[in-house]
């Protein structure tokens, strides 16, 4: 166990429709990590936020869009959801330097239909 | 910026035979490099990690990697296969420019046959 919490662990929608995911970073730590893993694309850096501010962004969709709340949980929001966007969705988090461990949540299943 | 390839999508090794994953990096400044094992159904754990002082570094589950500059590689080693570590792992590359990006391989999936 990582000590980070992803909620819902499995979820189906269909198309157009917007969902959002959940993540609980370990105690203690700031920083929040997005990351999407599909067979195609495999895994994917979405975005970090640390401290409740953006910190890097990487392949990101302009239809999603994610945000680190005061009690340092995030959320990622996706919409306009297409059939492509079924995959896998981890959250990672650690204190915040590039050279810690990310520990990783179990993951969210995002299926779209 | 960095980049990482995996050479090999899968690779398939006997029980008790050599494990050997490789790494390749592309880096314009002293990366820092992770390897991650992911299970079925998991989420990514790390096995060990380069950042700084020896370039041999020892990791869990009997795994080693070494951090050959010259090469700009960093190997995954483990001397005898175990059925246990079937999985996919994941070589992971961080510096200290452009952001706290890690940017992660493309995964090599282990087969280990009985």
């Known amino acids: 166990d990582s000590g980070v919490t992803q909620t819902p662990k499995h979820l189906i929608t269909a198309t157009g429709q917007r969902v959002t995911l959940r993540c609980s970073p370990r105690s203690g730590d700031l920083s929040v990590y997005w990351y999407q893993q599909s067979l195609d694309q495999g895994l994917q850096f979405l975005i970090q936020y640390y401290n409740g501010e953006e910190r890097a962004k990487g392949n990101i969709l302009e239809r999603f869009s994610a945000q680190q709340f005061p009690d340092l949980h995030s959320e990622l929001n996706l919409s306009s959801l297409e059939l492509g966007d079924s995959a896998l969705y981890f959250c990672?988090?650690?204190?915040?330097?590039?050279?810690?461990?990310?520990?990783f949540g179990p993951g969210t299943r995002l299926t779209v239909l | 910026a960095q980049s990482v390839t995996q050479l090999g999508s899968h690779v398939s090794v006997s029980e008790g035979a050599l494990v050997l994953l490789r790494c390749n990096y592309s880096?314009?400044?002293?990366?820092?490099l992770f390897w991650y094992v992911q299970y079925p159904n998991q989420g990514l754990q790390l096995l060990l990690k380069y950042t700084t002082g020896a370039t041999l570094v020892k990791g869990i589950n009997g795994f080693e990697a070494e951090f050959k500059k010259s090469e700009t590689s960093f190997h995954l080693t483990k001397p005898s296969a175990h059925m246990s570590d079937a999985a996919e792992y994941f070589c992971a590359v961080s510096t200290n420019t452009g952001g706290f990006k890690t940017i992660f391989g493309a995964g090599t999936r282990l087969f280990v046959k009985a």
């Open positions: 880096s314009s400044v002293p990366p820092y």
């Open positions: 990672a988090s650690n204190v915040g330097e590039n050279t810690d461990t990310q520990y």
